[in-house]
Nanobody
């Protein structure tokens, strides 16, 4: 059975750090583009970062230079290191296999929990 399980969310003050982790099973993790999304209005999810099967990396401009994505193929894990957190980073964060979406003002979106491979999410709350 396909399963993606996130952990590492929590509450932190602005300027602090969190590390999100995702453990995958039931599909070919090594051959998949894996990413982190966060929930936006109307149950849409904004692509925060992804790492491709070829190890190419993408960051949303809003998190570039603050977040870092990585994967460990031997352990089927995906990690997002989040530094210098801002209140605007507050959201439910999802680990997912990256699929095509739509673009608004330079950012990519797709519906949260659409067809595809998604975790259940982990909440990040950043206080002022």
């Amino acid at each position: 059975e396909v399963q993606l399980t996130e952990s590492g969310g929590g509450s932190v003050q602005a300027g602090g750090s969190l590390t999100l982790s995702c453990t995958a099973s039931g599909f070919s993790f090594d051959d998949s583009a894996m990413g982190w999304y966060r929930q936006a209005p109307d149950n849409e999810c904004k692509l925060v970062s992804f790492i491709g099967s070829d190890d190419s990396i993408y960051y949303s401009e809003s998190v570039k230079d603050r977040f870092a994505i990585s994967r460990d193929k031997s352990k089927n894990t995906l990690t997002l290191q989040m530094n210098s957190l801002k209140p605007d980073d507050t959201a439910m964060y999802y680990c997912a296999e990256v699929m095509s979406g739509y673009k608004i003002r330079g950012d990519w979106y797709r519906p949260c929990q659409d067809s595809g491979r998604w975790g259940q999410g982990t909440q990040v709350t950043v206080s002022p």
